[in-house]
């Protein structure tokens, strides 16, 4: 029994030890990091490479390098298969008209280099882009692992949840596509990040605000859809304080915020000014003759109150890419300029119902959380063309079973919870950092599905993807927050004395981690 009882406390005493030093931020948050790029790239690669299909999008995103799709034999243009392999485009293919500018180019351009380096024929791959965006997981992963505080099970079970929404179908699919939807779903992961560590040490915020500012302008570059996203993303800013050297006052500590609001601001008003011309008409056309007039009872009374003739209702349900699409119409030049969302919030206002009912719609299209319509597997996979992967699908699943409808009022029941606990938890910093984030999520959420509803009108699974990513998002920080942010916390100089020199902590610094 003394022997047993000698070697349990050995035992119970080597995994305290474990425990305090992978608990330190310097191990833990690498180690997260390094795991959850691997486990990212061993969940896109592992039996063949997934990606998502081209649904017509992909040429505008692609032109942008200068590159066109090489078909496989046996490959489709759309729909069906991903094209990885893209090719030099002829001169004549790729014009200022037909590309569609922002931060989207980003990730392919900084993939052309390592395609070449790993062999991969053509201009550029895009397996080589999923590498990367697997290496920026990894990057966030770590980043947002060292914020975390409390015992290390409860912090490892945290890092789990959130690769459980990252590495999602609806949301890794992405990596390996030509869409811009991929810049705005790494930029809302890394400015997620980066917010978390707006409630540590002074160079802790500082280093957090320059991740959550970088990935800012990448989400609202990414495409026109992800602008309105700045609102919550600014307000965010507009709360927090960076207390860095003589800024450190109570005003002068909103100085590096509000410049980094200004820089996002900037970033959004460029992707305002320079989207392409053609998608500004085309987007309202769809929420007129798709979102109000798709399941109206009398289209060609909406059509009339719209200002267009009556006979217009014969488009309705008809999307502007169809061989009977309303801008064909001879009578088109003379009623384009009421095709403006001016004209469509008048009407939406008049009729509450109409809007109510485009909403509800949206609420499935939120559930249903990825296209149907869109394969995942290149050709060579030997798979039916359109086969979806379902490696690991536990959040889609969620939402499915769920609903759209539920699961966004769990948000924002989460977002009000987290608005009470924001204002009683004045002195804990750390958690109001994880709480203003969630909240900010919300906003998100929000703003997208109103978007993607009355903003466009088609493809609204596709277009929600930033708030069904936002909301699983923000499910993982309301656990951080009440897992992983302890009242029992040391002092911020304390903590920043640590992160200067944390080769010096002693044994009972290290235990001191893994404790709540």
Known sequence: MRISGVWGCRAAGTSARLAGSFGRWWVFGPLVGLAAAVAMAVRIFHNGPIGMADNGDGPSRMCALDTSVHLDKGSAWWFHYANFRYDQASPEACTSANTYPGSGKWMPMLARPLSHLLGYPGAIDLRAQALLWC????????????????????????????????????????????????????????????????????????????LFTVGSVTLVGSKMQALTMAVPLLALLLFSEVPVGRLAGRFSARVLPLAAAVVIGAAGTHTLLFQMEAFKEINRTEVIFVGIMGKSPDPAKDAVELGLPADFGQYAGLNWWGEKAPQKDPRWPEVRDRITYTNIGTYLAKHPGVALRI??????????????????????????????????????????????????????????????????????????????????????????????????????????????????????????????????????AEEEAEEDAPATSGRAALAGLAKP
Not at 154 to 180: E, N, Q, T
Not at 204 to 210: S, T
Not at 436 to 458: R, S
């Open 359 to 492: 909403a509800d719609g949206g609420l499935d299209d939120f559930a249903a959380s990825r296209p149907d319509n869109l394969g995942s597997y290149p050709v060579s996979a030997g798979k039916p063309a359109g086969t979806q992967e379902h490696r690991l699908a536990l959040y889609t699943g969620f939402l499915r079973t769920l609903g759209g409808g539920w699961v966004l009022g769990l948000q924002f029941t989460l977002v009000v919870a987290g608005a009470w606990w924001l204002r009683r938890s004045p002195d804990h910093p750390r958690r109001r950092a994880f709480l203003a984030m969630m909240i900010c999520l919300g906003g998100a959420t929000l703003t997208q599905f109103v978007t993607a509803m009355y903003g466009e009108a088609i493809e609204n699974t596709k277009h929600l993807i930033f708030g069904i990513f936002a909301t699983g998002l923000a499910f993982v920080l309301a656990a951080a927050a009440v897992l992983c942010t302890p009242a029992a916390v040391r002092s911020t």
């Open 135 to 210: 290496a920026l997981v990894g990057v966030a992963f770590g980043v947002f692992a060292i914020a975390l505080r409390g015992r290390l099970l409860l912090r490892l079970l945290v890092c789990a949840a959130l690769f459980l929404v990252v590495g999602d179908s609806v949301v890794a699919g992405y990596a390996a596509s030509p869409f811009s939807e991929l810049a705005g779903l790494t930029g809302l992961l890394l400015a997620t990040a980066g917010a978390v560590h707006l409630g540590g040490s002074p160079r802790a915020r500082l280093g957090g605000l320059l």
